[in-house]
């Protein structure tokens, strides 16, 4: 029977899809793994990989189109079938039925032969348009969440069961059981392990769609000669750059932000830092001076916890959640491509970042760089930040302020370490100097709060031994 593959949800803020690119062209016959599309989401571009095996018997979006989820953007006919009677019986609108796959429970639905599968990150099913009520619905009770809103359930005791859903179809999702536990209505004795596992990952894939990062096209390269390069265009907002602009606007008019700005003299650490990269060359690693900034700013969280926040609460019953982990945001800018598209930045996560050392921290930062500049991050790659750094040093940039990543209260711009005159003992001599300035929400960290949390930053860093061990 034909089968239609759908535009799955691939996160909780996921409302549309964007066909970027088709892999697959009519008549081709595929195998389970073949890739069959890269889809573009509100946060990160990724590989639509087909799961059954089949002939393409109809495209029904076209590249560049943006399509809701739980739409039909292809239809496959099953070995053998028909390709005209596949195309013809395949896309139409049914009921949902519930299937268990590889003990992962599924939406599918059934019409005229016609099987239609959807598949969502973490487990969770695609019920946008099946008609169930939010919270606890189906047979069985069963209750449709994200699985950050389960484990954030599981971590507050919070009963899944007794929530009103706000996402797409009533899915319960994080800001729903943050909601419950800022307005105190959990229900003691009771967590999300009540009733469902919350696994933090799908043990086992999904029906009939897994998403992995696509390759990216090559960088833009400038024109050769001078002059006529420039090419007057509108371009689209891809699905990034829309979030982009509605969460830094949102940011900048709900959140009063501030800056303060303090200077570190970066001699001992340059030092520190060509000793250690030079001892190490042999294993193949090359500290940064921004590996050596992500720890100390992890490091001061513990004197600072007051930074590692959140605004929280609902309003009239407002509330500072400090949280438990330190998990630095790293900025990386993405590359545009030839045709003024791509671009954008995404700030990846270290997690655990003030108990990981200098060869940790870097490992897994240029992993996630390159992770994103090539294949895209997975939301999970991005999730999670309580404190962010963007470091536009490596740029020539000296100076800059930055504007808060939400829910994070901070943000630090940090310049280049450069080489300036600087008075040693009374004494005009040269040295290396970076600038550093925190923009802060004022709800939450006062003036002398971030110039406190800065000095013990600049410190660690003026004097690098201590954050070798």
Known sequence: MPINIEMPRLSDTMQAGTVVKWNVKEGQKIKSGDSLADIETDKATMELQSFEDGTVASIAVAEGQNVPIGTVILILAGPGEDLAAAKSGGGAAAAPLKKQVGGTATSGSSTGGTTTMTASPGGATSDASNGHAPGRNGAGGRIFASPLAKKIAAETNVDLGSLQGSGPGGRIIRKDVEAAVGSGSQAPGRGAGADMQAPSK?????????????????????????????VARIVPLSNMRKTIAKRLVESKTTIPHYQVTVEASMDALVELRAQLNEQLANQGIKLSVNDFLVRACALAMHQHPYVNTKWAGTPGNEAIEYLPDVNVGVAIALPVHEDGTGGGLVVATIRGADVLGLRQISSETKRLSEKARTKGLSVEDMSDATFTISN?????????????????????????????????????????????????????????????YLNTVKGLLEKPATLLV
């Open 392 to 452: 536009l040093g490596m740029f020539g940039v000296e100076a800059f302020t930055a504007i808060i990543n939400p829910p994070n209260t901070a943000i630090l711009a940090v310049g280049g370490a450069v080489q300036k005159p600087v008075v040693k003992n009374g004494q005009v001599v040269p040295g290396h100097v970076m600038s550093m300035t925190m923009s802060s929400d004022h709800r939450v960290i006062d003036g002398a709060m971030a110039a406190s």
């Open 202 to 230: 799908p043990s086992q894939p999904l029906a009939r769609t897994q998403v992995n990062q696509p390759s990216r096209p090559a960088p833009l390269a400038m024109p050769a000669g001078g002059g006529g390069g420039l």
